[in-house]
């Protein structure tokens, strides 16, 4: 699936700059880097989504680095004396969602939904914690993993459309990490705001969470490679969409995390220096020399120059620099 691009597809301006080419997650594949000029987000152009990427990334999980940990979270999760403790310390993510969830009753009179849930160990962490919560994915492997491992909570595979035709409309949406793989992420997101209710003394809203490109950011691209993902987005990126919606946004305050996780590095946010390709162009993961990898990234720039200036300037991430967004958008019917 592929979507030709003319305007932004965040806020729809037309003023565009090409920021530079990046190697793709798969071997000798190109994707240009576009930034918006008016919300600053970053795309990958062409705007494509391929499935048989995905499918290699399930059958080698296990080898591919930064998928390894989410094959390992479901038996640590189920293990875990308190999922939530352990969810809420291991990324600024999970932090995000968890605070902000924290805050509501705990009662089941209405629900929560988790779009995306793949594994399903962030929906049982959610019920551990009282509520009810229901884990929807499109992924018929990942719905069976997540039905088989966390028997006590409930799990639906298909569309969030769908899964509303068959049930109650949720009062709250989490999806963690999904926006920034989607080709039309400003349409995801009305949806999830037309998919919400209202509950008897709980605000309707959806809780997102994305890599977040920050103003002080280096870096052409953070996070997977296209087409894996295929966004970077702002937190302007997520207001112009809250805006569109005719919806209010606020953002989760994630310097509580960093402050008690001072060593955590999801990104290193230096020039030129980005993840290289992990399947080869049948689909194999396979490994390069740590050497080559170092040498076919740095670019025009000298590697220790660049590590010496990035461990000279490193600071502790604030709110205003975190590696992560976490946003909470109101529809227009949750102010009535």
Known sequence: MKKEIKSCPIC?????????KVEGFVKNLFFDIVEC???????ASPLEVNPQIYNAIYKQANRIPGYSRYSDLPAK????????VLMENLEDCYYGILSELKKLPKNKDFTIVEVGCGLGYLTHTINSLGYRCIGVDISKASIAHAKKTFSSSEFFCGTIEEFIQDNDKPTIIVSTEVIEHLIDPAVFMKLLL?????????????IISTPHKHENTKSLWEGDLPPIHLFWFTKESFRRMALVNNSTVKFVDLSKFYQEHSTYIKYLDIPGI??????????QYYDE???????????????KRKVSKYFKK?????????YSICAVFYPSFAKK
Do not use: Q
């Open 12 to 20: 729809g301006a037309h003023s565009n700059n090409a920021k530079g």
């Open 37 to 43: 000029k008016s919300c600053k987000s970053s795309f």
């Open 77 to 84: 999760v189920l293990d875990a004396k308190s999922p939530a």
């Open 194 to 206: 037309t998919s919400l209710k209202k509950a008897s003394g709980v605000k309707p809203r959806a």
């Open 274 to 283: 980005i993840n290289r390709p992990f399947l080869d162009e049948n689909y």
């Open 289 to 303: 020399s740590p050497i080559k990898n170092i040498f076919r990234t740095i670019g025009n720039f000298s590697f």
């Open 314 to 322: 490193k600071a502790l991430r604030s709110n205003e620099t975190s």
